[in-house]
């Protein structure tokens, strides 16, 4: 078929996707997590979504164009999780001022005392009615069945109302949740305790202290849950408040007077534009990032990089956002601003962090959204047992509001003959309701979150950046890590050490070797170019004009010097041009890379002139990483561009098996002995970099550390950043690392345990010879005691913290 013009075919292009923040509330467990997922996840053009239930934070990737964030929040909203989109212009990723911030703080906490004043009442009152017949006529009113009926329906009606409303709507939208249960079980209670209060020829027992306590112990535990919640989060709270609100703008600068002028105006931090001047006075946090233009202070970097020593910055040097000015007035250029500045970068990498999952948080968080119908089934199942079978194969059991089997409990009757009625659907009903509030999956959906706030949080303080649950638990699995050795291993300073002619070349020629080096050498910026160029200069020597540069990342650099064709690079790239290198050049090569240095060939036209020795020494930190990684049970191995003897001999100060060390490899081709090194044996491998010329073999590996080096490839391209770029912070993030999932599998095992022990007790499986059963009341404790002790063993990371 002949297509005219109007109906061509053009190739669909692929569609570009990009993130969107949601901050969602009215989320509860885990299972609300799962539906805030599904509900995402359903809508056209999402690709996918990550729900944070402790951050109350949803990431979404969306299609470019299609989708509606504020469409997609009211989506949610109408689902019954109220839910707002983030703007682009908001702060730090969101961040409200620290006014709104406090505010908010204190509401929240006014509101956890309330709910904690009435729980403490509602356990009060019911509590001491058991104890009623201890005080006498003293305390008569306490031991009045009406007077429990009354305070159970406040409870209800006041504090249980929300949980109540909350559970019905959970139920209306397919979706039940935690609050659908304790609703349902409290509903249940207090119904047939009603009947029984107003039907006493039934012979049943009222339990009216049971949804007292229970909805008592919920908000007990929801009102501590809340401040342990508020405490892991603090550290990320106070790197919000690092953001500058005011920056001194300086009008009409003069570059070529460079003095502190008085021609100042407050203008907020996030209007300040990239070249603006900006002056940073004593006890000023600076607003930008920038460039020191005139003045000289010292400034306190701790709350980027956790390093306490404060840092003198001369003209010249860069300054961060956040960061605070000490001791001297300067003046700045602004270089970076908003959200490019590196602390927002850091913000934004910290709460990305806190939301990704780790893969076994995932599996979590899909049994937690099928879990609420597995506790109604278990629930309807125990019911039915009991009431059909149990209550007739063991005719004497009976159960009352303790935790344990009780025939004398002073609520639980109101006329005499209601002691020796056995009730078979009292009982049975008792137990479904018990095990419908055991089994809720609070501390399912905090067992992750909370210990990845708590310990990505930790690194921020401390300048390690670590970008997710699952980087923790990859972290965890790794066998191998490798260095690579310019700039990681080393200081990334090379001088020069030797240079020496090995023919008559030069004998006629206006040039040393050394300047026809540095000469080739001023048209790159690699760091044995620097050496080269910094030994011409130390001597005072002339640096002859070239041209026509060419340079090979790996090999070497060429180019013309007075009419001269200059090469210098190793042995493959002066091959490539033709240059024969003698054996007696080769044996001077060897003799030098045996001392740990990189040597370098010059050859002019194709003779080789003279060998260039370049060493790198070892940061001081070296020697002492590496042992205490081989000592957690890592092999370390070294990556290097650098000859095989050089290699052998920096392996050696390292304490580095001579097997593990890779030499001559070329950047491009890093990333494939990564990948090698992954075939074999299926090991899990971290790349340690600069994140620069490393950033594809970072990217390769499994796990991927960065030691700071001030560019934007760092921070995309590894899972760990190392702000204060030391080495020996490789072994703390990994330290860290395995410590916070060792939290988070902690975390699981016992909110996966509580509900293994918890069901079959609430369920009644020791009631026939023990007589122990888990009341309703008990079950809520349970419950509520699971939820605070899961977000509790996440803070008890603090501790590790203080060993780093």
């Not at 049943?204 to 049971?210: G, L, S």
């Not at 594809?696 to 001030?710: K, N, R």
């Not at 770029?725 to 395995?738: G, Y």
Request: charged share 15%.
């Amino acid at each position: 078929m002949q297509l005219t013009p109007k109906t061509q075919l053009t190739p669909k292009l692929a569609p570009t996707f990009k993130k969107i923040i949601l901050d969602v509330g009215g989320m509860k467990c885990a299972g609300c997590v799962s539906a805030v997922e599904r509900q995402l996840t359903q809508y056209p053009g999402v690709k996918s979504a990550c729900v944070n239930l402790a951050t109350e934070v949803a990431v979404i990737e969306i299609e470019t164009g299609e989708v509606d964030p504020e469409a997609l929040a009211q989506r949610l909203t109408s689902a019954g999780f109220p839910s707002q989109p983030r703007q682009a212009g908001e702060k730090l990723a969101g961040a409200a001022t620290p006014e709104d911030a406090e505010e908010r703080k204190r509401r929240e906490i006014r509101s956890s005392f309330q709910q904690l004043g009435i729980a403490g009442v509602l356990l009060l009152l019911s509590g001491i009615g058991h104890f009623a017949t201890m005080g006498g006529q003293i305390l008569p009113l306490l031991n009045n069945i009406w007077f429990h009926c009354g305070l159970a329906t406040v409870a209800i009606l006041i504090p249980g109302r929300p949980i109540l409303i909350d559970g019905w709507r959970g139920w209306w939208r397919n979706a039940p949740n935690m609050n659908t249960l304790v609703g349902l079980a409290t509903l249940t209670a207090y119904t047939a305790s009603l009947v029984a209060l107003l039907f006493p020829q039934m012979g049943w027992q009222c339990f009216f202290d049971e949804p007292v306590m229970m909805l008592g112990f919920i908000l007990l535990g929801r009102t501590l849950e809340q401040q342990a919640r508020t405490r892991a989060a603090a550290a990320f709270r106070e790197l919000l408040a690092l953001q500058p609100q005011l920056a001194r703008l300086i009008l009409n600068p003069n570059p070529e007077k460079l003095t502190l002028t008085s021609n100042i105006v407050n203008i907020p931090a996030d209007k300040v534009r990239v070249g603006e001047w900006l002056q940073v006075l004593p006890g000023d946090k600076i607003p930008v990032d920038g460039e020191v233009r005139c003045g000289q202070t010292t400034v306190n970097e701790s709350m980027l990089t956790g390093e306490a020593v404060p840092v003198i910055k001369h003209i010249g040097d860069v300054v961060s956002a956040g960061t605070l000015n000490q001791s001297g007035s300067i003046a700045i250029v602004a270089t970076r601003t908003g959200k490019d500045t590196t602390l927002a970068q850091i913000v934004t990498l910290v709460e990305a962090a806190q939301t990704r999952k780790a893969p076994v948080q995932k599996l979590a968080d899909t049994i937690a959204g099928y879990f609420t119908y597995g506790v109604l089934t278990a629930s309807v199942l125990t019911f039915v047992f009991w009431f059909f079978f149990g209550t007739h194969l063991w005719s004497d059991v009976t159960i009352s509001g303790g935790m344990e089997m009780m025939n004398h409990s002073p609520l639980s009757t109101h006329t005499s003959n209601s002691l020796s009625t056995h009730s078979p659907l009292l009982t049975s009903l008792k137990l479904a309701i018990a095990v419908m509030v055991v089994a809720c999956p609070c501390a399912l959906g905090l067992a992750t979150p909370t210990a990845i706030i708590v310990g990505t949080a930790i690194g921020a303080e401390r300048g390690l950046l670590i970008k997710g649950g699952d980087v923790l638990e990859r972290v965890h699995q790794l066998n191998t890590v490798v260095f690579d050795k310019t700039g990681t291993l080393t200081s990334g300073n090379p001088i020069l050490t030797d240079c020496l002619a090995v023919a008559e070349l030069l004998d006629n020629q206006p040039y040393s070797l050394l300047q026809l080096a540095a000469a080739v050498e001023s048209g790159t910026y690699h760091p044995l170019a620097k050496a080269i160029r910094q030994a011409a200069q130390g001597e005072n020597l002339y640096i002859p004009n070239a041209v026509d540069f060419h340079t090979e990342p790996g090999l070497g650099v060429s180019a013309i010097v007075e009419g001269l064709s200059v090469i210098l690079g190793n042995w493959e790239w002066l091959s490539q041009h033709g240059v024969v290198v003698s054996d007696t050049a080769q044996q001077m090569a060897q003799h030098l890379a045996k001392d740990g240095k990189t040597v370098v060939g010059v050859a002019v036209g194709e003779n080789l002139a003279g060998l260039i020795a370049v060493q790198d020494t070892l940061r001081p930190d070296a020697a002492a990483t590496v042992r205490k990684l081989r000592d957690m049970g890592l092999r370390v191995m070294l990556l290097t561009g650098d000859r095989l003897e050089a290699a052998e001999a920096i392996a050696k100060q390292l304490g580095v098996d001579s097997a593990d060390a890779i030499a001559s490899v070329m950047p491009s081709k890093k990333a494939a002995i990564i990948q090698e090194l992954q075939a074999k044996s299926a090991s899990k491998v971290a790349m340690v970099g600069d994140g620069i010329n490393d950033a594809p073999a970072l990217s390769q590996a499994d796990v991927g550390i960065a030691l700071y080096s001030g560019t934007d490839v760092a921070m995309e391209t590894a899972e760990i950043v190392l702000m204060r770029d030391r080495l020996n912070d490789v072994v703390v993030s990994i330290e860290l690392s395995r410590a916070t999932f060792n939290k988070i599998r902690q975390n699981l095992f016992w909110a996966f345990a509580y509900n293994t022990i918890g069901i079959p007790l609430a369920a009644g499986v020791l009631l026939p010879h023990f007589g122990f059963v888990l009341s309703p009341s008990g079950a809520a404790a349970l419950m509520a005691f699971s939820s605070v002790s899961v977000v509790t063993n996440s803070l008890f990371l603090r501790r590790l913290a203080d060993r780093l």
